[in-house]
Every structure is written in structure tokens, then in C-alpha cells.
């Protein structure tokens, strides 16, 4: 068991350097990471990542125009934005595009490298965001924006059509992770704001840590990816790789995609004898003769007695006798000054100090102040609601997915009380994987290079996850860490006893054993052994140079003709034939429930003598 407990020590002493030398390299690792160009994928509708500040005025555009419907000293979208490169990031040469301004409104779009037509299995919009100083309130959503004739992105602006608006969003302690698409009534014509429901996981983390996050939807009116994408016209949303929300467009936006096919009657109205109360108060009920609205709730107890004890001379509360006055203490300034109160010790043991007056009980003759029982309405007719018409909107779109207008560009208009909100990595593509693929060259990458730059803000789970990334081996060493105690314990619990031979085993045989006891059975049989009589020669020289070693008391034993267990059980040889020894006939006769042979007796009796006499021999 000292062994197992050796090895054990060992292994764990060599896991848990192995752990600390990871830890060790880890730290090493906090020399930023240079900047890598992520492949792009093939067909998508915009790839966007920042090589420097001349990509405004290359692939993005400044908005020049003026808010509507405000002053016009705030009208303007002259909020400053910027491609660069922060202190803060965590990944050397890497530019992003950076929002300056506080309290100022904002406009900048990048066209589409080909048009959104809604006609492919799925569409992902994916784009990261990082709020250097927290937000306050204001916005990073984006928006898609719709391919109406003659599209000026220089005069983008509030107004300008959008088809989907998606992102994070904030102001005081409400948080929102935007999904709003604009859907076209086909009976009326005009566009109505379609909102996915909110999502449940708390949000404001993404707001206050400082750290970029991966915004993605994913939208499908075909199953091609089961494991993102299950039935027509869903939606998915994620938030850093996990999901927040799934939903359907005909089901899980407010107002719905579909108008109801029946409406409420304008023009209905609720009669005037409608009767809307269930119960009413009985007017024909009285006050009883018998009952006083006088008398009081409470009365005194006449029964009460004082408690015996009681000390009606003393108080409560006593000052202090231990208190003194401050030495600092001016009577001038302070007034005079007076112990404070402290419990009255006398009072500890006694069942009350100070006056005492007769308790309060409930009287039993109080009812209150009268009023009329309340009845069920005879004349309720329940809750009124107009009669219901056909609606003169109704329609139904099965397909919205499919029926959202054209998308030419994209671009974020924001009014915001912070500055400092980086954009980075926007990506529209077809293909959930092609997204995904994406993200594992760029946002997983700044994600792993922000938490080594920062290790005392990493979690515990997240240094565990980074680390088994690195060393996958580890999961192996620790596996036979913990697998080796639990197969030594089970070896441990489940071994057999020390091996016994029982009486019972051994008599399965004739054969005898260097333990067994010479029996009416075996005597005759090993005397006419001659492989017997050799192995038995061999074992009496040995027995004599044991008892040549015996004391001196044993030798006078033997000269007197006793002998002793020892002695019988020798096995000697003679004409007859050597037997082994066994014990004396008394136990034999108890083993066998027999009575032993007169052959065996004069076997055992010679070679005792034989014995006896060599013994002398010896010594002499």
C-alpha cells in the first residue's frame, strides 16, 4: 500500500508542475499579438476590416446631412469617427473604426459588394463591438439599408429607409439587443417596424467590461444548417458564439408580421343598461337591534392580579453606575451632563418594575362600525367588448423572409453620451459556417489576445478553457490522475484474503504436505514410498541439527523418555519403513473418528525412540 500511495504523490506532484508551468507560460505570453489579415469569404455581401484612416472616403462615407425636425444647432450628423489604432487594443496593428464624439449625432455607410435579395437559404449579419469607456446611453446597432432609386449615402440620415436594424442598445438601466425588420403592408402599401421579442440574458456586461463582443444574426426561410437554422422564416441571435434568442418572423414579433383577420367594431358601442358589476351592496339588508358600533375593541382585564414580586419602586431603566463624565465635556457648550440608561438588574429576576396596571383583552362584545352584506348582480351581464368585423387590412404573408425589400449598404446612425465605440470585423455572408469561419480569425483571436493582456480580469473557467486549449494533453494526464486512485482503491477493496489452506483442502489428497498431519491413511502409504523415504532421510538430518540446538532442559526431557510434540511428528525411517510424523494418537483418533491401527502405534513409538536415542548421540 506504501507503493500505491508513492506512486500516487508522484503522478499528482507531476500534474500539478505541469499546471503551474502552463500558468508560468501564460504569463509570458502578454506581448501583444501582431495583426494578421483574415481570409474573406468567397461571395460575401460585404467583408469590411480596417487597414488605416484611409478607408473613409475609400469604403466608407461621411454623411453630410441635417436631422430633420430639430434645432438646427444639433441637427447636424458632424459626430467625428476614425479608423486607428487605440492603446487599448490588444492585438498590435490592428485599426477599427472608432465613434470620437459625445452628444453629437453620427452617420457613416459602406455599400454592399453586391445586393441582399433575400433569395438564398440563409443570410448571417456579423459585425464586433467594444465600448472603450462603457456606455451611458446611446446606440451600436446597425442598419441595412433598403435599395431605394437614386441611394445617396452622403445624405444619410434618420429617415433613410432601412430593411433590418440590428444591435446593441442602451441608455440608463435599460438595455436592448435590437432585431427590427421593416415589413411592407401589401393592402395599405406603407412599411410598419416588426420587433423580436427581448432576449432574457442580462446584458449589461457588454456595456461596462470593456471587451469586444461578436454580435450575429442568422435568418433562414430553408433548413441548411439543423444545428442553427430549423424551420422557414426563423431567426437566430448570438451573442460572443452563444445563442440568446431564436424565433420565427410569423411568430415572435410584435406587432406580428400578419394582421388579424378580424378587428373590433369601430362604430360599436356599449349599450346604456349594460351592467359591467358582479355583486352589488344589498339594499334591502338593516343593522340588527343588537348591534353597538360604541363599544370599544379592546377592554381591561377587572380579573388580572398583580404578579407576586413585582417592584413597584423600582425602574426599569437606571443610569449607568459605571458611566463617567467625559473629561472633554463642557457644560457651556454641552449642557449638563447625565449617565446614560441601562437596564435595571433588579428587574432580571422579577416578573416587573414599576407601576404596574391591569392588561388589555379583546372584548367580546365589539363588532365595528355596520355595513350592508354585498349580493351577486342580478343584472351582470359581463365585461363588455365591441362586436368583432372583418379586417379591411387583412393579409397574409406566408414568406416575409423572402418579401423583404432589397438591401444596397449598410451604415450606423447613432446619437450616443459616450465616445470611443469601436466597430470591427463587419461581415454579411450566406453561409452560417463561412461566418463562424470568419470569427475564428478575427474575434476569437482578439478575444484570447484581450484576456492575455488583462489576466487578473480572466475568469477562473475562462483560465481553465485557455489553457486546455492550448495543452489538450492535459485532459489526458489529468484523466490518469484520477483514474489510477479510483483502480488501486477498487484493486484494494476487492482483493481476497491472505491465502489459507484449510484442514478440509488438504484432505482432498493423499499426497501429504510439509503441513499436514500423518493419518492411519498416509502412514502406510509414505513407509512404502521409497521417493518418500529419501525426501524423509533429508528432513531428519535437518530435524537433528535442530535439536542439536535445543536447551539444556529439552535434552533432559528427552533422556528421561518424554517427548514432545516435535519429536512425534518426525517421520523416521526404519525396516518397516519411515513414516512422516503426526500427532500423537489421542488427536488422531479425534481427526479420523476412528480408532487407529496397532501398526501405526508401534510406528510412531519406534521412531520416537530412534530419535530420542540420536539426540544423546549427539550431545554426547
Request: charged share 35%.
Given at each position: 500500500?506504501?507503493?500505491?500511495?508513492?506512486?500516487?504523490?508522484?503522478?499528482?506532484?507531476?500534474?500539478?508542475?505541469?499546471?503551474c508551468?502552463?500558468?508560468?507560460?501564460?504569463?509570458?505570453?502578454?506581448?501583444?499579438?501582431?495583426?494578421?489579415?483574415?481570409?474573406?469569404?468567397?461571395?460575401a455581401?460585404?467583408?469590411?476590416?480596417?487597414?488605416?484612416?484611409?478607408?473613409?472616403?475609400?469604403?466608407?462615407?461621411?454623411?453630410?446631412?441635417?436631422?430633420?425636425?430639430?434645432?438646427?444647432?444639433?441637427?447636424?450628423?458632424?459626430?467625428?469617427?476614425?479608423v486607428?489604432?487605440?492603446?487599448?487594443?490588444?492585438?498590435?496593428?490592428?485599426?477599427a473604426?472608432?465613434?470620437?464624439?459625445?452628444?453629437?449625432?453620427?452617420?457613416?455607410?459602406a455599400?454592399?459588394?453586391?445586393?441582399?435579395?433575400?433569395?438564398?437559404?440563409?443570410?448571417?449579419?456579423?459585425?464586433?463591438?467594444?465600448?472603450?469607456?462603457?456606455?451611458?446611453?446611446?446606440?451600436?446597432?446597425?442598419?441595412?439599408?433598403?435599395?431605394?432609386?437614386?441611394?445617396?449615402?452622403?445624405?444619410?440620415?434618420?429617415?433613410?429607409?432601412?430593411?433590418?436594424?440590428?444591435?446593441?442598445?442602451?441608455?440608463?438601466?435599460?438595455?436592448?439587443?435590437?432585431?427590427?425588420?421593416?415589413?411592407?403592408?401589401?393592402?395599405?402599401?406603407?412599411?410598419?417596424?416588426?420587433?423580436?421579442?427581448?432576449?432574457?440574458?442580462?446584458?449589461?456586461?457588454?456595456?461596462?467590461?470593456?471587451?469586444t463582443?461578436?454580435?450575429?444574426?442568422?435568418?433562414?426561410?430553408?433548413?441548411?444548417?439543423?444545428?442553427?437554422?430549423?424551420?422557414?422564416?426563423?431567426?437566430?441571435?448570438?451573442?460572443?458564439?452563444?445563442?440568446?434568442?431564436?424565433?420565427?418572423?410569423?411568430?415572435?414579433?410584435?406587432?406580428?408580421?400578419?394582421p388579424p383577420?378580424?378587428?373590433?367594431?369601430?362604430?360599436?358601442?356599449?349599450?346604456?343598461?349594460?351592467?359591467?358589476?358582479?355583486?352589488?351592496?344589498?339594499?334591502?339588508?338593516?343593522?340588527?337591534?343588537?348591534?353597538?358600533?360604541t363599544?370599544?375593541?379592546?377592554?381591561i382585564?377587572?380579573?388580572?392580579?398583580?404578579?407576586?414580586?413585582?417592584?413597584?419602586?423600582?425602574?426599569?431603566?437606571?443610569?449607568?453606575?459605571?458611566?463617567?463624565?467625559?473629561?472633554?465635556w463642557?457644560?457651556?457648550?454641552?449642557?449638563?451632563?447625565?449617565?446614560?440608561?441601562?437596564?435595571?438588574?433588579?428587574?432580571?429576576?422579577?416578573?416587573?418594575?414599576?407601576?404596574?396596571?391591569?392588561?388589555?383583552?379583546?372584548?367580546?362584545?365589539?363588532?365595528?362600525?355596520?355595513?350592508?352584506?354585498?349580493?351577486?348582480?342580478?343584472?351582470?351581464?359581463?365585461?363588455?367588448?365591441?362586436?368583432?368585423i372583418?379586417?379591411?387590412?387583412?393579409?397574409?404573408?406566408?414568406?416575409?423572409?423572402?418579401?423583404?425589400?432589397?438591401?444596397?449598404?449598410?451604415?450606423?446612425?447613432?446619437?450616443?453620451?459616450?465616445?470611443?465605440?469601436?466597430f470591427?470585423?463587419?461581415?454579411?455572408?450566406?453561409?452560417?459556417?463561412?461566418?463562424?469561419?470568419?470569427?475564428?480569425?478575427?474575434?476569437?483571436?482578439?478575444?484570447?489576445?484581450?484576456?492575455?493582456?488583462?489576466?487578473?480580469?480572466?475568469?477562473?473557467?475562462?483560465?481553465?478553457?485557455?489553457?486546455?486549449?492550448?495543452?489538450p494533453?492535459?485532459?489526458?494526464?489529468?484523466?490518469?490522475?484520477?483514474?489510477?486512485?479510483?483502480?488501486?482503491?477498487?484493486?484494494?477493496?476487492?482483493?481476497?484474503?491472505?491465502?489459507?489452506?484449510?484442514?478440509?483442502?488438504?484432505?482432498?489428497?493423499?499426497?501429504?504436505?510439509?503441513?499436514?498431519?500423518?493419518?492411519?491413511?498416509?502412514?502406510?502409504?509414505?513407509?512404502?514410498?521409497?521417493?518418500?523415504?529419501?525426501?524423509?532421510?533429508?528432513?531428519d538430518?535437518?530435524?537433528?541439527?535442530?535439536?542439536?540446538?535445543?536447551?539444556?532442559?529439552?535434552?533432559?526431557?528427552?533422556?528421561?523418555?518424554?517427548?514432545t510434540?516435535?519429536?512425534?511428528?518426525?517421520?523416521?525411517?526404519?525396516?518397516?519403513?519411515?513414516?512422516?510424523?503426526?500427532?500423537?494418537?489421542?488427536?488422531?483418533?479425534?481427526?479420523?473418528?476412528?480408532?487407529?491401527?496397532?501398526?501405526?502405534?508401534?510406528?510412531?513409538?519406534?521412531?520416537?525412540?530412534q530419535?530420542?536415542?540420536?539426540?544423546?548421540a549427539?550431545?554426547?
Amino acid at each position: 500500500m506504501r507503493g500505491r500511495s508513492v506512486v500516487l504523490s508522484l503522478l499528482l506532484t507531476i500534474c500539478l508542475f505541469v499546471v503551474c508551468h502552463s500558468g508560468e507560460e501564460v504569463e509570458n505570453k502578454a506581448a501583444k499579438p501582431f495583426f494578421v489579415k483574415p481570409s474573406l469569404p468567397a461571395d460575401a455581401y460585404l467583408s469590411l476590416y480596417f487597414e488605416g484612416p484611409s478607408d473613409i472616403g475609400k469604403r466608407l462615407f461621411l454623411s453630410t446631412a441635417k436631422k430633420e425636425g430639430i434645432d438646427d444647432s444639433i441637427a447636424k450628423y458632424d459626430g467625428v469617427w476614425s479608423v486607428e489604432t487605440l492603446e487599448s487594443f490588444a492585438i498590435e496593428g490592428d485599426h477599427a473604426l472608432v465613434l470620437k464624439s459625445k452628444a453629437k449625432h453620427h452617420a457613416i455607410s459602406a455599400k454592399l459588394d453586391r445586393h441582399i435579395k433575400f433569395n438564398t437559404p440563409e443570410l448571417v449579419v456579423q459585425y464586433e463591438v467594444k465600448f472603450e469607456n462603457g456606455m451611458e446611453c446611446g446606440g451600436a446597432y446597425i442598419k441595412l439599408l433598403s435599395a431605394i432609386p437614386n441611394l445617396d449615402l452622403l445624405n444619410f440620415h434618420d429617415k433613410t429607409p432601412y430593411t433590418i436594424m440590428f444591435g446593441p442598445d442602451k441608455c440608463g438601466m435599460d438595455t436592448k439587443f435590437h432585431f427590427i425588420i421593416r415589413h411592407k403592408n401589401v393592402k395599405t402599401g406603407k412599411y410598419e417596424e416588426k420587433h423580436a421579442k427581448k432576449v432574457a440574458k442580462d446584458l449589461e456586461s457588454l456595456f461596462t467590461d470593456k471587451r469586444t463582443h461578436l454580435f450575429t444574426l442568422g435568418k433562414s426561410y430553408l433548413t441548411v444548417l439543423p444545428s442553427v437554422l430549423r424551420s422557414d422564416n426563423t431567426f437566430e441571435r448570438y451573442i460572443d458564439q452563444e445563442k440568446v434568442q431564436s424565433g420565427s418572423l410569423l411568430e415572435d414579433m410584435d406587432p406580428p408580421i400578419n394582421p388579424p383577420k378580424e378587428i373590433d367594431d369601430p362604430k360599436d358601442k356599449k349599450p346604456d343598461d349594460w351592467d359591467e358589476r358582479e355583486t352589488i351592496v344589498d339594499e334591502t339588508a338593516t343593522k340588527p337591534d343588537d348591534w353597538d358600533e360604541t363599544a370599544p375593541e379592546f377592554i381591561i382585564d377587572e380579573s388580572a392580579v398583580k404578579p407576586s414580586g413585582w417592584l413597584d419602586d423600582e425602574s426599569e431603566l437606571i443610569p449607568d453606575p459605571n458611566a463617567e463624565k467625559p473629561h472633554d465635556w463642557d457644560v457651556d457648550m454641552d449642557g449638563e451632563w447625565e449617565a446614560p440608561m441601562v437596564k435595571n438588574p433588579k428587574c432580571a429576576d422579577a416578573p416587573g418594575c414599576g407601576e404596574w396596571h391591569k392588561p388589555q383583552i379583546k372584548n367580546p362584545k365589539y363588532k365595528g362600525k355596520w355595513t350592508p352584506p354585498v349580493i351577486r348582480n342580478p343584472n351582470y351581464k359581463g365585461k363588455w367588448r365591441p362586436a368583432k368585423i372583418p379586417n379591411p387590412d387583412y393579409y397574409e404573408d406566408k414568406e416575409p423572409y423572402k418579401n423583404l425589400a432589397e438591401v444596397a449598404a449598410v451604415g450606423w446612425e447613432l446619437w450616443t453620451m459616450t465616445d470611443n465605440i469601436v466597430f470591427d470585423n463587419i461581415l454579411i455572408v450566406d453561409s452560417l459556417r463561412a461566418a463562424n469561419d470568419f470569427a475564428k480569425e478575427t474575434w476569437f483571436k482578439k478575444r484570447d489576445a484581450e484576456r492575455m493582456a488583462d489576466p487578473k480580469a480572466r475568469s477562473v473557467i475562462d483560465a481553465v478553457k485557455e489553457t486546455f486549449n492550448e495543452k489538450p494533453w492535459l485532459f489526458a494526464v489529468i484523466g490518469l490522475v484520477c483514474t489510477i486512485p479510483i483502480f488501486l482503491c477498487c484493486v484494494y477493496m476487492c482483493r481476497s484474503s491472505s491465502p489459507t489452506i484449510t484442514a478440509a483442502s488438504r484432505k482432498k489428497t493423499d499426497e501429504p504436505t510439509p503441513d499436514d498431519e500423518t493419518t492411519k491413511y498416509t502412514a502406510t502409504k509414505v513407509t512404502n514410498d521409497p521417493a518418500s523415504q529419501d525426501g524423509e532421510d533429508l528432513e531428519d538430518e535437518e530435524e537433528e541439527e535442530e535439536g542439536a540446538e535445543d536447551g539444556e532442559n529439552e535434552e533432559e526431557e528427552r533422556e528421561d523418555g518424554e517427548t514432545t510434540e516435535e519429536d512425534v511428528v518426525q517421520v523416521p525411517k526404519g525396516a518397516s519403513g519411515d513414516s512422516k510424523k503426526g500427532k500423537d494418537k489421542t488427536e488422531q483418533t479425534e481427526d479420523s473418528n476412528e480408532e487407529a491401527p496397532a501398526t501405526v502405534e508401534s510406528v510412531a513409538s519406534a521412531a520416537s525412540k530412534q530419535q530420542v536415542r540420536k539426540r544423546r548421540a549427539r550431545k554426547e
